[in-house]
């Protein structure tokens, strides 16, 4: 996994060392990493019209994608599961 380039992190390149690390520790979230990969890649060619999908397909690839980027996200910034503080709650 080349993670300067991953998709989870275009956005937050400072995460790249902790992704790989976190990869190396973890089997199931390196898994599940590779399969937001894969559908990161698949909602990219969607929305380069080189692979044909109706509207609620594609509504439910965005939605698939944003959940388990949302899902990796959180353990890759709050890895024992912690609460950040931000929402007061």
Same mark, same amino acid.
């Given at each position: 996994?080349?993670?300067? %380039?991953? &998709?989870?992190?275009?956005?937050? &390149? !400072?995460? $790249? !060392?902790?992704? @790989?690390?976190?990869?190396?520790?973890d &089997?199931?979230?390196? =898994? @599940? %990493? /590779?399969?937001? #990969? @894969?559908? +990161? +890649? =698949?909602?990219?060619? %969607? #929305? +380069?019209?080189? *692979? +044909?999908?109706d509207? /609620?397909? *594609? /509504?439910?690839? /965005? #939605? !698939?994608?944003?959940? !388990? @980027?949302?899902?990796?996200? =959180?353990?890759?910034?709050?890895? $024992?599961?912690?609460?950040?503080?931000?929402?007061?709650?």
């Amino acid at each position: 996994m080349t993670t300067s %380039v991953h &998709p989870l992190i275009k956005e937050t &390149p !400072q995460l $790249a !060392q902790d992704l @790989q690390d976190l990869c190396d520790d973890d &089997p199931k979230y390196a =898994r @599940q %990493v /590779e399969e937001y #990969q @894969q559908l +990161a +890649a =698949r909602l990219a060619a %969607v #929305q +380069a019209g080189t *692979i +044909a999908l109706d509207a /609620e397909g *594609i /509504e439910l690839l /965005e #939605q !698939q994608c944003n959940a !388990q @980027q949302a899902i990796l996200l =959180r353990k890759l910034t709050h890895p $024992a599961g912690g609460c950040c503080g931000g929402c007061g709650g």
